[in-house]
């Protein structure tokens, strides 16, 4: 059991350019969502998926596409890097519902430098 | 809406001390509340959550946290501190479904010998 797994865990990109950052997980949860983690800023929610073809915005979403073909699989798309966009962005899992106490599980990070 | 408050971003102490890490939440519903731990260049860990059963948490390493509602607390304490302990800390509110976690902004321990 892997839990969350990241990749890759360092990028730097030019200013314009495009990627896309790998999450996957194998606990079959429903939820998955992006963050990124600045200074002082603890971590904020970019978008959010509670099953397979289905997302959504979280708190900080622009410059950033995601989509949900699979249970499994949550990339995130950077669409033109900017610096704005350095950050350490986490992928974290759990299950869904309407529950109140599920543990959010948080893949390693991947830390991006935009220059 | 709903905020968390960490009131220190830095604490330090001494090895074999208590710590104390502060938070304060604001909420309209009742909240689920967690502590993580982020070593350096680390993903986060669940430390423990309080879920409206007892008050008085308990996670692991040796730290527990107790939800004071009149206060709109929920600190986070250790007996006594081990080196391994430094990391950042972050206190993390939810009211609803998984998608809605409100982060504080953390504290960084800091443990001396």
């Known amino acids: 059991n892997a839990g969350v797994t990241q990749t890759p865990k360092f990028q730097v990109l030019k200013t314009g350019q495009s990627m896309t950052l790998q999450c996957a997980q194998d606990?079959?949860?429903?939820?998955m969502s992006w963050y990124r983690q600045d200074p002082g800023m603890g971590l904020r929610l970019i978008h959010y998926?509670?099953?397979?073809?289905?997302?959504d915005q979280g708190e900080v979403p622009n410059g950033y596409n995601v989509s949900r073909s699979t249970t499994e699989d949550f990339p995130l798309r950077l669409l033109s890097a900017a610096p704005s966009q350095t950050s350490v962005y986490f992928c974290?899992?759990?299950?869904?519902?309407?529950?109140?106490?599920?543990?959010?599980?948080f893949g390693p990070g991947t830390r991006l430098t935009v220059t | 809406a709903q905020s968390v408050t960490q009131l220190d971003s830095h604490v330090s102490v001494s090895e074999g001390t208590p710590v104390l890490l502060r938070c304060n939440y604001s909420?309209?519903?009742?909240?689920?509340l967690f502590w993580y731990v982020q070593h350096p260049n680390k993903g986060l860990q669940l430390l423990l959550k309080?879920?409206?059963?007892?008050?008085l948490v308990k996670g692991i390493n040796g730290f527990e946290a107790e939800f004071k509602k009149s206060e709109t607390s929920f600190h986070l304490t250790k007996p006594s501190a081990h080196m391994s302990d430094a990391a950042e800390y972050f206190c993390?509110?939810?009211?609803?479904?998984?998608?809605?976690?409100?982060f504080g902004t953390g504290t960084r321990l800091q443990v001396t010998l």
């Open positions: 974290a899992s759990s299950y869904s519902g309407q529950g109140l106490s599920y543990e959010q599980y």
């Open positions: 606990m079959n949860h429903e939820y």
């Open positions: 998926s509670v099953g397979a073809g289905i997302t």
């Open positions: 909420s309209s519903y009742s909240p689920s």
């Open positions: 309080y879920t409206s059963a007892a008050t």
């Open positions: 993390v509110l939810t009211t609803g479904t998984a998608s809605k976690l409100t």
